[in-house]
Structures are given as C-alpha cells and as structure tokens.
C-alpha cells in the first residue's frame, strides 16, 4: 500500500466519522482484481479495496451504485463509508463483515433474502446505467423482451470481443448465431426484476447472525433465473439454497436445462478476462442444437 494513499484514505474515513483514529493496515484476499486490505481502530473493522484508473476509469462509482441499488431493493450489502480518487488510485472503504458458518438457518435465509430481492418488479429489462461485470463494461440498454436483451446486451458484445481477440473463430460465430434464434423458446417469460447480476460464491458473505450480505454486484433489471444459474456455475451454494428458494418463489419447470445458456454470459466474460481455458464449456453449450 502507498504510504500517502494509505494516509489520504485515512484522512478521508475520519473526517467523514468526525472522528481522528489511527488504524492498522492488514492484506487481505480482494478476488483478481483488486487489491483489498482490513483496516482496524481498536474494535471498529473496515474493508478497503483499491485499483487504479487504468482498470476504472470511473473509479467505484458503479459498484457504490450497484449497492445503493440493492439496498434500495431491500437486499443487505455493507455500509459504504467512503469511495474516492487519489491520483491515479481510486478506493471505496465499507463497513467490515465478520462472518460466521453457513448453517442450514444461512441457506434458508438467504434463499428467503433472494427470493425477496426478486419480488422487486420493473417495467422494462436493463437499468438507467452501464456498469461492470468484472472489469468489462456491461450495457444495460432497455428492452422489453429478455432474450432481445440477453442478446443485445449480454452475448453479443462478449462474442464480437472474443473474435476480435482471436479467442472465438468465424465457426462460432455461426453457432452463437443459430442459438440467437433458439433463445425466445428457451427462457420464460417473467417480469423483470433486481438482480445482482454476478452471484457466485465469491460475491456474498456469511454474517454471524445467519444472514447473506451481497457484494462486488452487476444490477440490472433482469430475469431472475440469471441469479440461480450463476449461482451454480462455480458451486459453493447448498442443495438447501435452492430447495428452500424453489419452495419460496418457485421456478418454471426445467430451469437445470436452461441454466447453461444463462451462463454463457459469465462464461464468456472468463473466456475475455482470463483466456481459452473457458473455451470447451461455451462450444459445449452452443452445439446443443
């Protein structure tokens, strides 16, 4: 951590505390992105992430909003203390979350918790907003239709960066364009509603009080089952979460055949962020038919 950086941030979290704390900084895992760090004043605990503008231009701003965005929509997400721009570091600073096990009474709040996010209706599909999945932009453009903007929004974009990136060949291409059509006859129709948008296992915390607080989001309006099929692509949730969910909101019959093409999206974010190793899970999925 640069001393002065580090200073500045201190600067920052006192003068918005009205307080003149000192603080002990400690490293601590942040995902592939960022790097994260606790921050400690005696028994008040605060987590600290910081990137520079090179990686977002924007700084936080989109993930402060995506947490504003959630909570309005009466999910539980950490505290935003502070989010800035440092010369050419940029920081947010958020209440620190201490965890406990993931029980059974866990799975079946946080299911309860999701099922509730997802009763947050909207008129149309995307979000007043672009923002990040990761650290690729993600358009959020409306429509009334979820596999237009599936599509539009979500596949499209991935596909023509892959190709230009010499990750996806013109044979790809030609499948991604044949699934486009078998998409309205895949996915249900639902109304839009809030989602997170990036809900693996990485982006919620286990609180001591039994309850999921939601993290790093991707909001949008959007069709639910996005949430239960990232949900299942990298594992970590229990078979509980989704039996409790499916008992609370249930889910039109066959979503275990429709999850795949949900998770293209993410896929292919991978395929952009980190390479071919993804490459075998989208052609698997896009020869279906």
Known sequence: MNFDLQQHIETQINQIL????TYKWTSVG???????YKLSSGEQNYFVKTNTISVFENGFKEEVLGLEFLNKNEALVPKIIAEGRFKNAIYLVLDWIETGNKTTVFWNNFAEQLANLHQH???QFGLDYSNFMGQLPQKNTFFDDFTEFFIENRLKPQVVLAFNNGLLQKKHLQQFQHLYKQLPSIFPKEKPCAV?????????MNTIQQKAVLIDPAVYYGHREVDLAMSTLFGGFSYQFYQ???EIYPLAIGFDNRKEFYNLYPLLIHLNLFGSSYLSSITRIISYF
Do not use: C, E, P, V
């Open 18 to 21: 009205l307080t003149d704390a």
């Open 30 to 36: 942040g995902g592939s992105i960022n790097n994260a």
């Open 121 to 123: 209706k909207n008129h």
């Open 196 to 204: 997170h948008g990036d809900l693996w296992s990485g982006n919620f």
């Open 244 to 246: 409790a969910y499916n």
